[in-house]
Every structure is written in C-alpha cells, then in structure tokens.
C-alpha cells in the first residue's frame, strides 16, 4: 500500500484571514508546507494537552485513594452513622422547614402552569 494511501484528510477553515496569512509566512520561512507546519502544531498540542490530562487523572486517583483510605467505613460505623442521622432527625430542629406561600397576582398565568399536575 501506497503511503499517501494511508493519510488522513481533514479540511481546516480560518476564521481570521490574519491566522492563515501568517501560517503561510511561517511555513515558507521555515521550509516546510503550511500542511506539515500544522500537523507539527497539533501534535505538540496534544502532546502538552494529553501531559495535563494525565496530571488530572493522576491526582484524582491520589485523591480517591486517601479518600477510600480515609474514609472507609466498617459496617459499625456504617450502622453508627445511620443511627446518628436518625437521632438528628427527630431531635435537631430542620433549618429548611417549609411553609406554604401566599398565592400573588400571576396576571400571565405562569404560576398556574407550575401548580398543574404533569399527568393527563
């Protein structure tokens, strides 16, 4: 099989004329066509973008590591935790308690739409 054969096309557009003028510019000076110039562009691109993209995930592992490290519970301190979230449901006082609103002037009917029952 031909190299050519194997290449990949893809078609790029410049918003700014400026950005395609200086392409061109910058392959002549350096002897390369604007094509190989660009190719040489994306590829240490990726290479700096796919070198961050692994730091991240390095540190989300780190984290989830401490994570399940710090916080891994047995099934007591599981039971632990449950009894203490039940405890505080009855004897702590919910800052979030709701009350029902007055009804105000909706002279466009947006409320009305909000108050109907989704199911027909």
Same mark, same amino acid.
């Given at each position: 099989m031909k190299q050519s054969a194997s290449r990949r096309a893809f078609t790029l557009r410049f918003r700014d004329e400026s950005t395609h003028r200086a392409l061109r510019q910058a392959a002549d000076e350096l002897g390369l066509s604007m094509n190989e110039l660009v190719e040489r562009a994306i590829e240490h691109e990726l290479a700096i973008v796919g070198a961050e993209l692994e730091e991240k995930l390095r540190r989300t592992v780190r984290l989830l590591g401490r994570y399940r490290a710090d916080g891994a519970h047995g099934a007591d301190d599981r039971? %632990? /935790?449950a009894r203490d979230f039940a405890r505080a449901e009855v004897e #702590? /006082? /919910?800052?979030?308690?709701?009350?029902? %609103? #007055?009804?105000?002037d909706d002279p466009v009917g947006v409320g009305a739409v909000f108050a109907d029952p989704v199911e027909r």
């Open positions: 039971m %632990a /935790d #702590e /006082d /919910d800052p979030l308690r709701s009350c029902a %609103a #007055e009804p105000f």
